[in-house]
């Protein structure tokens, strides 16, 4: 085996939190870090693909949290970028419900089952919040445990009970990020894609030629599975063989990936780490993308998004058309998630097209085209995401968040799912990468003063015994952790007769 390479910090995925980790860290001084990425690409789960004629996002789509009176700084990014972005308008979604004969269900009877479930969600959140320690597992296993009244049942129910709970919380109980940032949402609609503005972070401190990233701290491909870690450092390998050394790592891989086994730990990450991983939720959310010869759905105001009323709950529900953002692409998405999502992952394209287009026959009627193209994003069965993002409960208990992003020992845990306030989202991702540089920023200042006294404990009774004194490597020295110092002490002028370097 070669000598490792080694560096200060290596940062593990290159995601928007790692990019942002990476950055801050150089914005510091501290730019011998290397970042290794599994797939062939920057990005994570922002990923736009070329579908139709368009670009359409994969991952994140939309800039979430716009409008109030803190800006959210995702927003901020994309602002400088002059990422082209749209207004979503979900409110009128509620209204234009599609029952499977393809009629609308009438307003009145909308906004009344609307209503219902707006109530019991808040009555059993209440209930919850005054009684945190009711097991929530001994109510039925259905997703609409909320409806602790009376469970929802009638496909109108269900579907308004699967767009409340997998969509729009934020109208049953505040979320952090409409509080703070505001109550609107943006489709980001730009050919660039979202992924631009992780390219423009990149670009600030990375090498680039042509407009590719060609810095060499920049490492694709490169899977790691182990992290072998000690009191003095952290040996990093890759499923290709190669061996890096860091002082620390910056894990920033997903909450989903962290349940695997795809990295191992040596020793073994504690109990209280791993229980608090293995207690966080993952969403599984997938928008498939359909495309058409021509237009079949309503346009204009209030009908960007649409909902099929199914007696299964989540079956090819909630639906959107592309004409606001990208006018006459003639696209369609369907979003699906968790159980609905794996099933559809776990099948063909064709499969989910010929769903899809009896869907759409119940309520457009059987003269529509077939789709001419499908694509289903496979975010569940990607062994480098295993799923969407982290699912926190809304009243969540604070002791699981600060054990999924506390440190242990050198290896330092970043990523959406240890934001305590905005996990799920792309900004909780951007700001938890800036919160965990900002603290190994901290830890590596506080290990340099501790090396300091040490260097001074250990000098001053060397200078009393030989009276000269060199360090052979003082850099090397001043980099190293405090137990591997005195292999580094070479004595000067050696008339003692003792060996040349002490140890
Ligand atoms: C379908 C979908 C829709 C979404 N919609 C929105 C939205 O509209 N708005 C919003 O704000 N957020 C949305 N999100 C969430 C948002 O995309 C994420 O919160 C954010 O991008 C996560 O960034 P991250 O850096 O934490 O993780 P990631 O982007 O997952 O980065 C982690 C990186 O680690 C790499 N990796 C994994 N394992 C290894 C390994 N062993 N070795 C090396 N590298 C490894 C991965 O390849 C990845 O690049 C959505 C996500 C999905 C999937």
Request: aromatic share 10%.
């Given at each position: 085996?070669?000598?490792?390479?080694?560096?200060?910090?290596?940062?593990?995925?290159?995601?928007?939190?790692?990019?942002?980790?990476?950055?801050?860290?150089?914005?510091?001084?501290?730019?011998?870090?290397?970042?290794?990425?599994?797939?062939?690409?920057?990005?994570?789960?922002?990923r736009?693909?070329?579908?139709?004629?368009?670009?359409?996002?994969?991952?994140?789509?939309?800039?979430?949290?716009?409008?109030?009176?803190?800006?959210?700084?995702?927003?901020?990014?994309?602002?400088?970028?002059?990422?082209?972005?749209?207004?979503?308008?979900?409110?009128?979604?509620?209204?234009?419900?599609?029952?499977?004969?393809?009629?609308?269900?009438?307003?009145?009877?909308?906004?009344?089952?609307?209503?219902?479930?707006?109530?019991?969600?808040?009555?059993k959140?209440?209930?919850?919040?005054?009684?945190?320690?009711?097991?929530?597992?001994?109510?039925?296993?259905?997703?609409?445990?909320?409806?602790?009244?009376?469970?929802?049942?009638?496909?109108?129910?269900?579907?308004?009970?699967f767009i409340?709970?997998?969509?729009?919380?934020?109208?049953?109980?505040?979320?952090?990020?409409?509080?703070?940032?505001?109550?609107?949402?943006?489709?980001?609609?730009d050919?660039?894609?979202?992924?631009?503005?992780?390219?423009?972070?990149?670009?600030?401190?990375?090498?680039?030629?042509?407009?590719?990233?060609?810095?060499?701290?920049?490492?694709?491909?490169?899977?790691?599975?182990?992290?072998?870690?000690?009191?003095?450092?952290?040996?990093?390998?890759?499923?290709?063989?190669?061996?890096?050394?860091?002082?620390?790592?910056?894990?920033?891989?997903?909450?989903?990936?962290?349940?695997?086994?795809l990295?191992?730990?040596?020793?073994?990450?504690?109990?209280?780490?791993?229980?608090?991983?293995?207690?966080?939720?993952?969403?599984?959310?997938?928008?498939?993308?359909?495309?058409?010869?021509h237009?079949?759905?309503?346009?204009?105001?209030?009908?960007?998004?649409?909902?099929?009323?199914?007696?299964?709950?989540?079956?090819?529900?909630?639906?959107?058309?592309?004409?606001?953002?990208?006018?006459?692409?003639?696209?369609?998405?369907?979003?699906?998630?968790?159980?609905?999502?794996?099933?559809?992952?776990?099948?063909?394209?064709?499969?989910?097209k010929?769903?899809?287009?009896?869907?759409?026959?119940?309520?457009?009627?059987?003269?529509?085209?077939?789709?001419?193209?499908?694509?289903?994003?496979?975010?569940?069965?990607?062994?480098?995401?295993?799923?969407?993002?982290?699912?926190?409960?809304?009243?969540?208990n604070?002791?699981?968040?600060?054990?999924?992003?506390?440190?242990?020992?050198r290896?330092?845990?970043?990523?959406?799912?240890?934001?305590?306030?905005?996990?799920?989202?792309?900004?909780?991702?951007?700001?938890?990468?800036?919160?965990?540089?900002?603290?190994?920023?901290?830890?590596?200042?506080?290990?340099?003063?501790?090396?300091?006294?040490?260097?001074?404990?250990?000098?001053?009774?060397?200078?009393?015994?030989?009276?000269?004194?060199?360090?052979?490597?003082?850099?090397?020295?001043?980099?190293?952790?405090?137990?591997?110092?005195?292999?580094?002490?070479?004595?000067?002028?050696?008339?003692?007769?003792?060996?040349?370097?002490?140890?």
């Amino acid at each position: 085996m070669e000598n490792p390479t080694r560096c200060s910090v290596v940062i593990v995925g290159a995601g928007i939190s790692g990019i942002t980790a990476a950055k801050v860290l150089a914005e510091n001084g501290v730019d011998d870090v290397l970042i290794l990425e599994a797939a062939d690409r920057i990005g994570g789960r922002i990923r736009k693909e070329h579908f139709g004629g368009v670009t359409v996002e994969l991952g994140a789509g939309w800039i979430a949290g716009v409008g109030g009176k803190q800006s959210n700084p995702v927003w901020e990014l994309a602002r400088q970028s002059n990422l082209r972005t749209c207004f979503s308008d979900y409110s009128n979604a509620r209204y234009n419900i599609y029952d499977r004969s393809g009629k609308i269900f009438p307003s009145g009877v909308a906004a009344d089952s609307y209503q219902k479930a707006v109530e019991s969600a808040i009555q059993k959140l209440r209930k919850q919040e005054s009684n945190p320690d009711v097991d929530d597992s001994l109510l039925p296993e259905t997703p609409s445990k909320i409806f602790i009244c009376r469970a929802p049942k009638t496909p109108i129910e269900l579907a308004i009970d699967f767009i409340l709970h997998d969509f729009e919380m934020a109208e049953v109980e505040p979320i952090s990020t409409y509080v703070d940032f505001g109550e609107r949402e943006f489709l980001v609609a730009d050919e660039r894609g979202y992924e631009h503005l992780l390219h423009k972070m990149a670009e600030t401190f990375l090498v680039t030629s042509d407009g590719e990233i060609s810095d060499a701290r920049l490492k694709l491909n490169k899977v790691v599975g182990e992290l072998q870690h000690s009191r003095n450092g952290v040996l990093v390998k890759t499923e290709d063989g190669c061996v890096y050394e860091a002082n620390y790592v910056i894990l920033s891989v997903s909450i989903g990936v962290l349940q695997t086994h795809l990295i191992s730990f040596s020793p073994p990450l504690p109990r209280w780490k791993t229980e608090a991983i293995s207690n966080c939720d993952i969403m599984v959310y997938t928008k498939v993308f359909l495309k058409f010869p021509h237009k079949f759905w309503p346009c204009g105001p209030g009908k960007e998004f649409f909902i099929y009323a199914h007696e299964r709950r989540g079956y090819y529900t909630f639906w959107q058309h592309m004409e606001n953002a990208y006018p006459g692409s003639n696209i369609l998405v369907v979003t699906l998630t968790n159980g609905e999502s794996k099933r559809i992952e776990a099948q063909s394209d064709h499969e989910t097209k010929k769903e899809a287009m009896e869907v759409l026959r119940n309520m457009f009627g059987h003269d529509i085209p077939d789709a001419t193209d499908i694509l289903v994003p496979r975010w569940w069965n990607n062994r480098f995401q295993r799923g969407s993002y982290s699912n926190y409960p809304i009243y969540v208990n604070r002791q699981l968040v600060d054990d999924i992003k506390a440190p242990v020992g050198r290896i330092f845990f970043t990523g959406e799912h240890t934001s305590e306030k905005f996990s799920g989202y792309v900004h909780g991702a951007y700001l938890s990468g800036i919160e965990t540089s900002t603290a190994l920023l901290e830890e590596m200042r506080t290990e340099k003063e501790r090396r300091i006294e040490n260097q001074s404990f250990l000098i001053e009774p060397l200078f009393a015994l030989t009276g000269s004194l060199t360090l052979a490597q003082p850099d090397a020295v001043s980099n190293l952790p405090k137990c591997d110092m005195p292999r580094q002490l070479f004595l000067h002028n050696n008339n003692l007769g003792v060996p040349e370097a002490i140890l």
